[in-house]
């Protein structure tokens, strides 16, 4: 449910990666999820074990996942 009470509707599009464990059964994932009917973005949040529950995440642009990539290479060469 969002903030107004009505239901999320989200499609996994792809499922790209398991990037850890998170919690007892769940796991962070990168995912291409579309949210709401929406375009699918790249997708980074906690999902339990069935993909019907899911912790707060962030949905990324091609365009943004390609700055955080770029920012992120950057930090790790340091």
Not at 13 to 35: Q, Y
Not at 55 to 65: N, P, Q, S, V
């Given at each position: 449910?969002?903030?107004?009470?009505?239901?999320?509707?989200?499609?996994?599009?792809?499922?790209?990666?398991?990037?850890?464990?998170?919690?007892?059964d769940w796991a962070m994932e990168l995912?291409l999820v579309g949210w709401n009917g929406?375009?699918?973005?790249?997708?980074?949040?906690?999902?339990?074990?069935?993909?019907?529950?899911?912790?707060?995440?962030?949905?990324?642009?091609?365009?943004?996942?390609?700055?955080?990539?770029?920012?992120?290479?950057a930090y790790l060469s340091e």
């Amino acid at each position: 449910m969002d903030r107004k009470g009505d239901p999320i509707e989200f499609k996994i599009a792809r499922h790209i990666a398991v990037l850890g464990p998170s919690g007892k059964d769940w796991a962070m994932e990168l995912n291409l999820v579309g949210w709401n009917g929406r375009e699918p973005k790249l997708d980074i949040r906690t999902w339990d074990p069935s993909h019907e529950r899911m912790g707060k995440g962030i949905a990324l642009t091609r365009d943004e996942a390609q700055k955080l990539r770029d920012a992120l290479a950057a930090y790790l060469s340091e």
